[in-house]
């Protein structure tokens, strides 16, 4: 990723690159590591999902443009989650569409102008195609002849079409599938390994499966976590780290953990996984208004937390954000969600960067729509040392981080991320502000210091 973020040569000499790893006690929380750049700092994710979904061929990732990265940025931003389709860029078996390479590496290119980081996200919805969505290619969906039924006014419960479930369980055992599907990444890492932009590869978007007789879906859920997703992560580790030794691996349980179910997925023998999972309620995909007395928040906290707190990896959660956010108790919800994600998250992708309406986070002007703007809030981009606590207070606009600065080795430089408006930035404990410009902080730190920031809303 791009990590120098000031274009000052004072500021890069102060940077001490190390190799990338996870550090216990940051801001993942708890027992779970924090995330951490190619200069050893803590970081901290906040962004959208850039999502094309409509547009295919000649015409793929059109949608997006330059404004949703810059518009992201200006109101403080810092991560996009940026989909891509495995049936566009191996549209038949083994031609791989350079112009669709291309397209991403234009957006690639609009995240490095303004300082966004990028995890690529290999999207499927419903398999792919042959169920009328995006993802795996046609060619390489097999039903064995099972029946599929359209549920055009729930597209979810088609996961559960027997045509679907048997076309994941030959994508995660044949072995010619297996194959193609690790040359697809081997192609996309080949690629985009010293992109500066690129943090990451989220390797399959809500991976399902085939429940078995008698299964219940919970149960099923964890048994192909265990037996067929964990495999299959660990085989596309391995043909990425051939040609990528270093960039950030992004796994994702089912989507069933959305409902408090801890996941089943095993150990992914790689030191730079990031678990993925996303932060989604069944009711509130319905339509239907935050329920406080439900504990949803409290229970999925405590059942995603098991698996980064056992396998000590980062987590960054890649989609949430309901359907309908301006219900009575959606203020409440986007609250308590904020709060919670920064508990043991080193970051997020909100579901979706889109001028509009449903999910959109900003209305066709690029404002906020009705409780998005709680999610722009102050926060450490990157920290030289270990946090020892970072929060912000929304009624009285202030913003503290803590932190140990690291030893004379180590990073020196400290960035934070300010949502618009006139910020106060002030520095204690041998640090000082060296930079305040167009949503942006960098502190400067002495080493072994204890430091505190504090960024005050004018």
């Known amino acids: 990723m791009r990590t120098t973020l000031v274009a000052s040569a004072v500021v890069a000499a102060l940077l001490t690159p190390t190799a990338a790893h996870a550090e216990t006690g940051g801001a993942g929380g708890d027992g779970i590591p924090a995330l951490t750049d190619a200069y050893g700092r803590t970081l901290t994710l906040r962004g959208w999902n850039l999502a094309d979904k409509a547009n295919s061929g000649d015409a793929a ?33 083994g031609q791989y569409s350079q112009a669709y390479l291309r397209k991403i590496e234009r957006i690639l290119g609009w995240a490095e102008k303004h300082d966004v980081t990028v995890v690529l996200d290999a999207h499927q919805d419903v398999f792919g195609p042959a169920f009328g969505h995006r993802g795996i290619p046609e060619w390489a969906t097999r039903t064995d002849g099972l029946p599929f039924t359209p ?54 978007n809500e991976p399902m499966g085939e429940m078995g ?23 596309m580790a391995d043909t990425i780290r051939s040609v990528d030794p270093d960039t950030w691996i992004f796994v994702e349980p089912t989507p069933i ?59 960054v959660v890649g989609e949430w954000g309901p359907l309908n956010n301006s219900l009575p108790n959606m203020n409440r919800f986007y609250r ?77 430089v400290t960035e934070l991320s300010l949502p618009p408006g006139d910020w106060r930035v002030t520095a204690r404990g041998g640090a000082l502000v060296l930079r305040k410009d167009r949503g942006r902080a960098w502190i400067l730190a002495a080493p072994g210091a204890r430091v505190t920031v504090t960024a005050t809303r004018g």
């Open 61 to 93: 990732l059109s949608a997006i443009t330059e404004k949703h990265i810059r518009d992201m940025r200006a109101k403080g931003f810092n991560f996009a989650r940026l989909l891509v389709f495995w049936d566009d860029l191996e549209p038949r078996p």
């Open 213 to 235: 007789e008698g299964e219940d879906l919970a149960t099923a859920a964890r048994r192909i976590e265990r037996e067929q997703l964990t495999p299959m992560y660990n085989r």
């Open 336 to 412: 308590e969600a904020m709060s919670s994600l920064g508990r043991y998250s080193s970051g997020w992708a909100g579901w979706e960067w889109c001028y509009g309406g449903g999910y959109c986070a900003v209305d066709g002007t690029g404002a906020f729509r009705t409780n998005k703007e709680l999610t722009a809030e102050p926060y450490a981009e990157a920290v030289a040392g270990t946090v020892r606590s970072a929060a912000y207070d929304a009624a009285t606009g202030v913003y503290r981080l803590s932190y140990d600065s690291a030893g004379r080795r180590g990073p020196r």
């Open 257 to 315: 953990v959305g409902e408090g179910v801890p996941t089943g997925l095993g150990r992914i023998d790689d030191p730079r996984i990031v678990y993925a999972p996303h932060f989604y309620n069944a009711g509130m995909e319905a339509g239907t208004d935050y329920d406080p007395d439900a504990r949803w928040v409290e229970n999925y906290e405590q059942a995603v937390t098991l698996y980064p707190k056992e396998y000590k990896v980062p987590v």
């Open 151 to 204: 549920h055009p006014d729930d597209w979810f419960s088609e996961y559960f079409e027997p045509a679907v479930q048997r076309a994941f369980t030959h994508l995660y055992e044949d072995e010619d599938l297996r194959l193609a599907q690790a040359r697809m990444w081997r192609v996309l890492a080949d690629r985009f390994e010293d992109h500066p932009a690129v943090l990451g590869y989220d390797l399959i």
